[in-house]
């Protein structure tokens, strides 16, 4: 099983960014999947999560993001992705994708660098 | 959000000596469903988080028996039977009862 990131880089505040997270080995179907950042600001933070198709596929996401990050998932592909709006300097981090947090194997990405900065 | 407060944030350990790290929420973690939705993580430098306990006392496949984690409600508690070289890292607890999930402080073990 592997999670694999991609789509991190510099941008400036108030500029886009899509992330991507490729899984293989297993079928994401029926995981929920979810992002987490670890910025040199607040340490780890659950950014969002997206439910599988038969929850509804619907999100959450944490405070800071709202309204500014979107999750969108490809079952067909077995892609994550994180589109990332209107972003700022404190978003900058690693990001990790991850899936199966409450069940009897969680798996993680290396995660991928995103820097906001002027 | 649900603030979790882990404690020590540094955690120097004789080889081969018994450890642990605590983890209080301020609130409490069961769930309506009956489970308590709490974890325990390690990250070593330049790695992700590996998740080294589930669901309060679930060891993940792969972890040491010598690691255990125990608690309920609002007091958690991380332990290291006895330390070892390779354990050098920081350990966190993350909830997941409430959304958003969120995550302790980290608790920084090094080898004295």
């Known amino acids: 099983v592997q999670l694999v990131e991609s789509g991190g880089g510099l941008v400036k505040p108030g500029e886009s960014l899509r992330l991507s997270c490729a899984a293989s080995?297993?079928?994401?179907?029926?995981?929920?999947m979810s992002w987490v950042r670890q910025t040199p600001g607040k340490g780890l933070e659950w950014v969002g999560r997206?439910?599988?198709?038969?929850?509804?596929?619907?999100?959450d996401f944490a405070a800071p993001v709202k309204g500014r990050f979107t999750i969108s998932r490809d079952d067909s592909k077995n892609m994550l992705s994180l589109q990332m709006n209107s972003l700022k300097t404190e978003d900058t981090g690693v990001y990790y994708c991850?899936?199966?947090?409450?069940?009897?194997?969680?798996?993680w990405g290396q995660g991928t660098l995103v820097t906001v900065s002027s | 959000d649900v603030v979790m407060t882990q404690s020590p944030l540094s955690l120097p350990v004789t080889l081969g000596q018994p450890a642990s790290i605590s983890c209080r929420p301020n609130?409490?973690?069961?769930?309506?469903?009956?489970?308590?939705?709490l974890n325990w993580f390690q990250q070593r430098p330049g790695q992700s988080p590996r998740r080294l306990i589930y669901?309060?006392?679930n060891r993940d496949s792969g972890v040491p028996d010598r690691f255990s984690g125990s608690g309920s409600g609002t007091d958690f508690t991380l332990k290291f039977s006895r330390v070892e070289a390779d354990d050098v890292g920081v350990y966190y607890c993350?909830?997941?009862?409430?959304?958003?999930?969120?995550f302790g402080q980290g608790t920084k073990l090094e080898i004295k």
């Open positions: 080995g297993f079928n994401c179907n029926n995981a929920w």
């Open positions: 609130q409490s973690l069961e769930h309506s469903d009956g489970n308590t939705y």
């Open positions: 997206i439910k599988d198709e038969s929850e509804g596929g619907t999100t």
């Open positions: 669901k309060v006392s």
């Open positions: 991850t899936t199966g947090t409450w069940l009897q194997s969680d798996y």
């Open positions: 993350m909830q997941g009862t409430h959304w958003p999930y969120t």
